[in-house]
């Protein structure tokens, strides 16, 4: 019980208290909305349609309507045609140097549909090119076929990024495409 701190005596007065915002340690507790489990779906001709909660594919896989596509992320497609007006939806990509948050909104609404965080290995290819730079530097040193040290023959091509920068890169735009070919989303938008 929420009086059980003074005692075995009587209740205080006044009001039951209110569940706090936030956790004791300052992070804030998830909001409800934003954890309901969806679910792609595609039609018979692989074309995008809204999203359906979980329930609702459920029923659609026990009751023979549709079969599912793929795992991850888990997608179902149609057997029978089933007209559908289309909501828009609206990509959010949030940039980060480790983690890139991406949040798929109903336009109308401002609902989120599906939302998902891209860890990034960034430091892990940092850490394979330094491996990769001192095995280079060891066979130099070794009593084997010399290698020579090659570092004035290489030019950088023009708009060059960084291998980590490129990895981050190349990780949004594929779960852009991804997200492309499941949810019928106009328009994307990046937070600064």
Same mark, same amino acid.
């Given at each position: 019980?929420?009086?059980?701190?003074?005692?075995?005596?009587?209740?205080?007065?006044?009001?039951?208290?209110?569940?706090?915002?936030? @956790?004791?340690?300052?992070?804030?507790?998830? $909001?409800?909305?934003?954890?309901?489990?969806?679910?792609?779906?595609?039609?018979? +001709?692989?074309?995008?349609?809204?999203?359906?909660?979980?329930?609702? $594919? =459920?029923?659609?896989?026990?009751?023979?309507? *549709?079969?599912?596509?793929? @795992? *991850?992320?888990?997608?179902?497609? /149609?057997?029978?045609? %089933?007209? %559908?007006?289309?909501?828009?939806?609206?990509?959010?990509?949030?940039?980060?140097?480790?983690?890139?948050? /991406? *949040?798929?909104?109903?336009?109308?609404?401002?609902?989120?549909?599906?939302? *998902? %965080?891209?860890?990034? #290995?960034?430091?892990?290819?940092?850490?394979?090119?330094? @491996?990769?730079? $001192? &095995?280079?530097?060891?066979?130099?040193? =070794?009593?084997?076929?010399?290698?020579?040290?090659?570092? &004035?023959?290489? =030019?950088?091509?023009?708009?060059?990024?960084?291998?980590?920068?490129?990895?981050?890169? $190349?990780?949004?735009?594929?779960?852009?495409? +991804?997200?492309? #070919?499941?949810?019928?989303?106009?328009?994307? +938008?990046?937070?600064?």
């Amino acid at each position: 019980m929420w009086w059980s701190c003074w005692g075995r005596g009587g209740v205080p007065e006044g009001p039951e208290p209110r569940k706090p915002d936030r @956790h004791w340690r300052g992070r804030p507790y998830p $909001a409800r909305e934003s954890n309901i489990p969806v679910v792609f779906v595609l039609s018979s +001709r692989k074309e995008p349609q809204n999203p359906v909660h979980q329930a609702v $594919a =459920r029923k659609l896989l026990t009751a023979g309507q *549709a079969a599912v596509f793929r @795992h *991850a992320p888990f997608t179902i497609i /149609l057997k029978g045609e %089933e007209p %559908e007006a289309l909501r828009p939806l609206r990509l959010k990509i949030d940039p980060g140097s480790k983690v890139t948050g /991406l *949040a798929l909104i109903e336009e109308h609404s401002h609902r989120v549909v599906f939302a *998902a %965080e891209l860890r990034h #290995r960034g430091q892990a290819v940092r850490d394979a090119l330094v @491996h990769r730079r $001192a &095995l280079r530097r060891s066979r130099r040193s =070794r009593k084997t076929r010399h290698r020579a040290p090659r570092f &004035l023959n290489r =030019r950088r091509r023009s708009g060059w990024l960084p291998p980590s920068l490129e990895s981050r890169i $190349a990780n949004v735009m594929t779960w852009v495409r +991804r997200l492309r #070919r499941l949810t019928p989303f106009g328009r994307s +938008r990046l937070n600064p």
